[in-house]
């Protein structure tokens, strides 16, 4: 078998990080922390937690077989620090899972690694035009719109970690779809890190997926997710910089950010602490309402196929540097959100007694 190859390599990788996060993930299940039901708990047993060091130890894997293998393979250099990063990302949501942190530290540590990312990769230099070229854009407003991009999806992926197999299963189906953009387009650092990342979530969501879960992520699994699935779509961009890919990341992963942002501005609306624990996303409402994790996880996962779907007939149908195209997308999710979110507002109609 021809291992020189890079479609080869990136399959050797990612089966280094599909079994070790089995193998890791199964082990927590003895060995990790205990999550005990609390008021917005979306489960009623003790449960382990903790299985995103699962995910942590097979992306670790992957990509120490990378560097031991096939160092001459992608830039070493800027994989290292980028893996580097998400480490301390886990760290700090191991941290978090432990005794928690203080969400005004936390946020402000996830800002730093946001920081250091985008200096590490650099920060986007345009917003692409379907006509062509694009408007330029300073490089402090590159950077900061780049590190909130960064803090918005590592702390997103963290609040919508709350259903059985949801995160990982959404979160493995646009990490896949970004890695077969990146092959299209010819990067390869963004290819490898979407791939051993998306067979580590597969190898923690055996144990994670179901009405009853085996293990959880934890902080520790999602903060990685989410600030490598922020980083790597920025890495995208400074590997091909000429195809405009800027949209890419904002579509993949839509239906997170819909409910996030929405239920942020609701929030906001009713006057609520923004920085206070709370219950109210549409997936816990929907399990509220009597709808299964199964149920729910498929729904999210469903969108997060179909937004992986639209993205790549984009990038194929030039539609990928239009703004417009973002927007109209926007539009539906918020349309989808809201016919959702008014049917879980609607009171239920009260039932007829039976007759005497």
């Not at 997060?304 to 990928?320: D, F, P």
Request: net charge neutral.
């Amino acid at each position: 078998m021809n291992f020189d190859s890079p479609v080869m390599i990136m399959i050797h990788v990612a089966g280094f990080a599909f079994f070790v996060s089995v193998a890791f993930s199964g082990f927590m299940i003895f060995a990790g922390l205990l999550d005990k039901p609390g008021p917005r708990s979306n489960h009623s047993d003790i449960i382990p937690t903790a299985g995103g060091v699962g995910i942590v130890a097979g992306f670790g894997a992957g990509m120490l077989a990378l560097a031991l293998l096939y160092p001459a393979y992608g830039n070493q250099n800027l994989l290292g620090s980028l893996a580097a990063l998400g480490l301390g990302a886990a760290l700090l949501g191991l941290f978090d899972d432990v005794s928690e942190v203080n969400s005004k530290v936390k946020f402000g540590l996830i800002i730093l690694l946001a920081s250091a990312s985008v200096y590490t990769i650099g920060a986007p230099k345009l917003f692409p035009s379907i006509a062509g070229g694009g408007l330029e854009i300073p490089y402090w407003l590159g950077f900061l719109g780049a590190v909130l991009w960064v803090f918005v999806v590592t702390n997103g992926v963290n609040f919508m970690d709350g259903a059985n197999g949801l995160m990982a299963s959404s979160m493995a189906l646009s990490f896949s779809a970004l890695c077969l953009i990146a092959v299209l387009v010819g990067a390869s650092g963004t290819a490898l890190i979407s791939l051993i990342m998306a067979a580590a979530l597969c190898g923690f969501l055996l144990y994670n997926a179901g009405n009853q879960a085996r293990i959880f992520s934890g902080d520790v699994g999602s903060l990685l997710v989410g600030f490598l699935f922020a980083s790597a779509t920025l890495l995208l961009l400074t590997e091909a910089p000429a195809f405009g890919l800027l949209y890419v990341g904002p579509l993949l992963v839509l239906p997170f950010l819909t409910d996030i942002l929405l239920t942020l501005f609701l929030r906001a609306r009713r006057r609520e602490n923004l920085l206070s624990p709370h219950s109210t996303h549409l997936y816990q409402r929907m399990i509220r309402a009597g709808k299964s994790h199964v149920f729910i996880s498929m729904i999210y996962a469903l969108a997060a196929l179909i937004m992986g779907a639209v993205t790549l007939g984009a990038l194929w149908y030039g539609m990928i540097k239009s703004l417009t195209f973002l927007a109209l997308w926007v539009c539906v999710m918020t349309v989808i959100y809201m016919l959702v979110h008014k049917k879980l507002s609607s009171p239920v109609p009260p039932q007829n007694p039976p007759d005497a």
